[in-house]
């Protein structure tokens, strides 16, 4: 792609594999400077940079725990500084780990909330905050809120929240023309899915949908990228359910 001058300014929460890798690419691709937002390990993150850089692309990438509030003060501050004002904040930063709710420990259920909803509430904050005008959120949500399945008990709690922080924000940002949505994938084949089931489990996820395949990261990618983009202008406090038809 071609360097845009004075590109729009995306942050991508989780950005350095999987999903967040996929949505950070295709934004650079429509022509976002994108910030690639990790927690821990630097090395995906960085590659991934030097893959969109050498494309054409203005990325940087910026170590910040979403769950932290100066964390989150300081990505976008960094962001600011080296790519300018942010217009596009995708919250896709989450930890998904099933357990039944009897067996889960305090310690993983307070990783969970604080991951998937303390970090949502610190971004949209900031974002309140720093945010451009005519800006675009989507945060990530999830269709296993839809399918009730036994060991999601907890994670289904946090994207509930989430759901809630969607409808209520979009309403609180009004007159800024500011639009606040969330996609809602079904089973993707990527790490954060795949760790932990069996061959067999997965084969069955795939066969849920009428689609009959897993998604891809591409598939939420290109959503995203919709939400984000023009033609998404009146589309604003919605759950986009992208899962194959699955539920």
Do not use: C
């Not at 910030?35 to 692309?57: F, R, W």
């Not at 060991?151 to 924000?169: C, D, L, P, R, S």
């Not at 949505?181 to 795949?194: D, H, M, R």
């Amino acid at each position: 792609m071609n360097t845009i001058k004075n590109a729009q300014v995306a942050i991508v929460t989780g950005a350095s594999r999987g999903i967040g890798a996929a949505v950070a690419q295709r934004l650079a691709n429509d022509g976002f400077a994108v910030a690639v937002n990790y927690a821990s390990s630097s090395t995906e993150a960085d590659a991934l940079v030097a893959q969109l850089t050498a494309a054409g692309a203005k990325a940087i990438a910026v170590k910040a725990d979403v769950s932290k509030a100066d964390d989150v003060r300081r990505m976008f501050e960094t962001t600011e500084q080296q790519l300018g004002k942010v217009d596009v904040l995708v919250n896709n930063a989450g930890v998904l780990k099933t357990v039944p709710l009897a067996d889960t420990s305090d310690a993983l259920y307070d990783q969970t909330f604080d991951i998937n909803v303390r970090g949502t509430f610190n971004t949209l904050r900031e974002a309140a905050a720093r945010m451009n005008n005519g800006g675009r959120i989507v945060n990530f949500s999830s269709t296993t809120l839809a399918l009730n399945m036994p060991g999601y008990a907890i994670y289904n709690g946090t994207k509930a929240a989430v759901e809630a922080f969607t409808h209520v924000f979009a309403k609180e940002l009004r007159g800024r023309n500011i639009t606040v949505n969330a996609v809602a994938p079904g089973p993707i084949a990527t790490s954060l899915f795949l760790d932990g089931k069996t061959e067999e489990q997965i084969q069955t996820f795939a066969k849920m949908p009428p689609l009959q395949r897993l998604g891809q990261p591409d598939d939420i990618a290109s959503v995203v990228s919709f939400l984000v983009g023009p033609d998404a202008g009146w589309v604003n406090g919605q759950i986009l359910r992208a899962n194959g038809g699955v539920a």
